[in-house]
């Protein structure tokens, strides 16, 4: 597909009949959480649509987001969105590597200035810039050069969107989110660990077809996919309103797929589209596999203070703890360097060592 | 050590009417109706955006059941397009060519728009069949 053509043309070109590209409207619509009403409306925006540059910069990341994206098992749709856009510079994914990858993503920030998307997942390191480097460039120069020219800024990832897993205590680099680095351009926010692919597509398909940001919440996230609480769409939530919870994995209340707000389900406080849009082509979510909500496309999502701990419970034992080492007229201080001790203790002794022994045998 | 096969695979019981949307629905299916008996106005529900629990889904498909029309468009991937045992309301379900659902929707109206031939289309069809007579 030329830049020139249309997206209308290009599927036309593939043989795509108005029927197919009717289909891939709807399924568009679905996608980006709009009514079934915008189809007309989105087939002539997108008939009209050109193809934009994207460049996509990771950094501090696991490559999570590029899997759950790459991985989505959705080829029609997913894939035609992919098609349309000119992904000029991924490092994951492109063949070019060190000075010659550079090259294509300056060469890609010079011929489409202020108009292209930066797409980028992972936090940035301030603690040293040799933390994260690509080509020897250090992640902050890197962001701070190709935002210059961008239209909109799409952090994707808990990572990318809050810092995430990188930011966590004691966040031993320095990291920072995108927006605590950016100011002056649009920046959308595609928070989970990872975000749920159509999520993904759903934003870029947004951007295609309107060439606007989606309506954001004050995270910065679009409304139309984080608009909503898990807690509030999930399919449990009649038996939170009973009363009727799972107080272990394995107990009847688990069994009859009661509630997990005991188990430590975040999905009370965490707001995304997995109870509805569902993953793996809509099979199912970690609720409804039986796993409470970790609460991943919230920040700081990983010092909460506990998976299993239930919103309700203060974050740390040792607020408890102190207070009763007050109220029997014991110094705090003591109290918590038992408390310390004794934690300590426990972490060595839930700690086995395994030899080699040992998985001879098993 | 205890392996995985020793591991009691936990089942969970699958829950009835969790969400109670199912009879919601076809209420908003009887309204819809007799809007397109009214004034022929069209309705699209778009199931993937609604909570529903495990096999609540199937519960509203028996409800809506199967009537006169079964369809299949092979356009972008195979589309199924089923009227119910209630005329006029359609349910429509696309899937990719790999065979995995991408949309799911209940229409209510006259005939699913994507069952009608499309202009485009037509005019493409015309010009082929006059280049092979030609």
């Keep these: 597909m030329s830049k020139d053509e249309t997206l209308g043309e290009a599927l036309r070109r593939q043989g795509i009949s108005r029927r197919g590209f009717l289909k891939f409207c709807a399924a568009t619509a679905s996608m980006m959480a709009l009514p079934p009403s915008m189809v007309p409306a989105i087939a002539a925006a997108l008939e009209k649509a050109r193809r934009p540059s994207v460049i996509w910069l990771s950094f501090q990341e696991c490559t999570g987001c590029t899997e759950s994206l790459t991985r989505s098992h959705s080829p029609t749709v997913e894939g035609l969105i992919f098609d349309t856009i000119s992904l000029d510079y991924h490092h994951t994914l492109q063949a070019a590597a060190g000075s010659a990858a550079e090259a294509a993503r300056e060469a890609a920030m010079e011929e489409n200035n202020g108009n292209y998307i930066l797409v980028v997942d992972g936090s940035i390191p301030l603690g040293n810039p040799g933390f994260s480097t690509i080509a020897g460039i250090s992640n902050q120069s890197m962001l701070m050069e190709t935002a210059k020219g961008a239209a909109a800024i799409i952090a994707v990832g808990t990572c990318a969107a809050y810092g995430g897993l990188p930011h966590a205590d004691p966040n031993p680099t320095g990291a920072v989110s995108v927006g605590d680095l950016i100011k002056d351009k649009p920046i959308i926010n595609v928070p989970g660990c990872p975000p749920i692919p159509v999520v993904i597509t759903g934003i870029l398909a947004h951007f295609l077809t309107f060439g606007t940001i989606p309506e954001l919440d004050e995270l910065g996230r679009p409304k139309a996919f984080y608009g909503k609480s898990i807690h509030d769409r999930c399919y449990r939530r009649p038996f939170y309103d009973k009363g009727l919870f799972a107080e272990t994995f394995d107990d009847e209340g688990a069994k009859k797929g009661w509630c997990l707000y005991k188990l430590g389900c975040k999905g009370p406080t965490t707001y995304n589209a997995c109870a509805t849009t569902k993953w793996n082509e809509g099979t199912s979510f970690p609720i409804e596999a039986g796993h409470p909500c970790l609460g991943c496309s919230e920040p700081d999502f990983w010092d909460g203070g506990g998976f299993y701990k239930a919103l309700s419970m203060p974050t740390e034992d040792i607020t408890r703890s102190a207070v009763y080492a007050i109220g029997a007229g014991a110094a705090a201080g003591v109290a918590l360097g038992a408390l310390n001790r004794a934690k300590k203790k426990r972490v060595e002794k839930a700690h086995e060592k395994v030899t080699i022994d040992d998985l001879d045998k098993g | ?134």
């Design chain 2, 1 to 134: 050590m205890s392996g995985i096969t020793d591991t009691e695979i936990l089942k969970v019981e699958p829950g009835e009417n969790l969400t109670y949307n199912v009879q919601p629905l076809l209420h908003e299916i009887r309204h819809a109706l007799a809007t397109l008996l009214d004034d022929g106005g069209n309705t699209v529900i778009d199931l993937q955006s609604l909570p529903l629990a495990p096999g609540e889904e199937q519960k509203l498909l028996d409800e809506l059941g199967h009537g006169e029309v079964y369809a299949r468009l092979h356009a972008l991937g195979p589309t199924e397009i089923i009227e119910t045992r209630y005329p006029g309301v359609w349910v429509v379900v696309h899937y990719n060519s790999s065979d995995e659902v991408i949309g799911k929707f209940i229409e209510v109206c006259d005939i699913p728009g994507l069952l009608r031939s499309q202009q485009e289309d037509v005019r493409q069809g015309l010009e082929q069949l006059q280049t092979q007579l030609a």
